[in-house]
Nanobody
Framework: QVQVVESGGGLVEAGGSLRLSCAAS????????WGWFRQAPGKDREFVAT????????YYLDSVKGRFTISRNNAKNTVYLQINSLKPEDTAVYYC?????????????????????WGQGIQVTVSS
């Protein structure tokens, strides 16, 4: 069982920045791939970013490339999402998720189906 808790969300003006954190329990954190997803009001949840267990491979939604950066600190069992140049369309509930079924997997996945442990989500609101 993996407990996942997001933090760092809030209300920010367009052009601002936030750093979301995702803290997880368990000894095997460093062997999992991790992903961030988001769900805007009235829309389906969508992939945002992912990072492989090694940290050497990342992948992003096209619309966030250059603005969002995913990273991980295995010593702290934490994954981060640095969000810069925020836009009103980035307003959403952001979710962190773990892919625990493919430990030490060198690739990454943008499919929700590959992630089996999810946090409760955290609100990010960007005002114009």
């Amino acid at each position: 069982q993996v407990q996942v808790v997001e933090s760092g969300g809030g209300l920010v003006e367009a052009g601002g920045s936030l750093r979301l954190s995702c803290a997880a329990s368990g000894r095997s954190f460093s062997t999992y791939g991790w992903g961030w997803f988001r769900q805007a009001p009235g829309k389906d949840r969508e992939f945002v970013a992912t990072i492989a267990w090694s940290g050497r491979t990342t992948y992003y939604l096209d619309s966030v490339k250059g603005r969002f950066t995913i990273s991980r600190n295995n010593a702290k069992n934490t994954v981060y999402l640095q969000i810069n140049s925020l836009k009103p369309e980035d307003t959403a509930v952001y979710y962190c998720a773990a892919d625990t079924s493919r430990q030490l997997y060198s690739g990454v996945s943008y499919s929700e189906r590959d992630y089996d442990y999810w946090g409760q989500g955290i609100q990010v609101t960007v005002s114009s």
